[in-house]
T-cell receptor, first 114, second 114 residues
Framework: GQNIDQPTEMTATEGAIVQINCTYQ??????LFWYQQHAGEAPTFLSY??LDGLEEKGRFSSFLSRSKGYSYLLLKELQMKDSASYLC???????????????WGLGTSLAVNP | NAGVMQNPRHLVRRRGQEARLRCSPM?????VYWYRQLPEEGLKFMVY????????ESGMPKERFSAEFPKEGPSILRIQQVVRGDSAAYFC????????????FGPGTRLTVT
């Protein structure tokens, strides 16, 4: 089967750094995405990794290890507005071809406290 | 460049009625995805369409649900004979027909079945 695992909830303090992990088991791999979703709103795209290594974008960075089926999202200098759910999604399929369907984790709810 | 548009934003239907949810993808995007999200739960993939074609409908319930993306006009998700369990947020996302795979989400339609 295909599975994406993330912690359900995390808590951190304003100004700190937090790492949200994601492990996946999929039949094939064609890229991993991180999205942010505030309560009652639509998910917004944060990052995309298809090769191993770290992708940095401002306060947010995303890491991928394909051999370990593992990714993490790193949030630095946390702000109160970073309180949201963070969703990990994988484009899987050995012969994904033109199928762009993503397999989604259930999300990690991050609470940033003052 | 307008983002993904969905209407209506809120829809109330009585049990047994039909619900029609519309999605206009971003300009230049030819791939549309429909998701359902229950409160406090993750995104559930329903269907993936290109113009006039259903690419993957593995997440669609076998009965009462249908989707289309005609050559002209928005994509439509249709739910016939709605039941209370259909109450959820329905998100539409779109992506371009290039190598870029990230999906851009609309604001969602909140369906309430009374």
């Amino acid at each position: 089967g295909q599975n994406i695992d993330q912690p359900t909830e995390m808590t951190a303090t304003e100004g700190a750094i937090v790492q949200i992990n994601c492990t996946y088991q999929t039949s094939g791999f064609n890229g991993l995405f991180w999205y942010q979703q505030h309560a009652g709103e639509a998910p917004t795209f944060l990052s995309y990794n298809v090769l191993d290594g770290l992708e940095e974008k401002g306060r947010f960075s995303s890491f991928l290890s394909r051999s370990k089926g593992y990714s993490y999202l790193l949030l630095k200098e946390l702000q109160m507005k970073d309180s949201a759910s963070y969703l990990c999604a994988v484009r899987g399929g050995r012969n994904a071809g033109n199928n762009r369907k993503l397999i989604w984790g259930l999300g990690t709810s991050l609470a940033v406290n003052p | 460049n307008a983002g993904v548009m969905q209407n209506p934003r809120h829809l109330v239907r009585r049990r047994g009625q039909e619900a029609r949810l519309r999605c206009s993808p971003m300009k230049g995007h030819s791939h549309v995805y429909w998701y359902r999200q229950l409160p406090e739960e993750g995104l559930k993939f329903m269907v993936y369409l290109q113009k006039e074609n259903i690419i993957d409908e593995s997440g669609m319930p076998k009965e009462r649900f249908s989707a289309e993306f005609p050559k002209e006009g928005p994509s439509i998700l249709r739910i016939q004979q709605v039941v209370r369990g259909d109450s959820a947020a329905y998100f539409c996302a779109s992506s371009p027909g290039t190598v870029t795979y990230e999906q851009y989400f609309g604001p969602g339609t909140r369906l309430t079945v009374t």
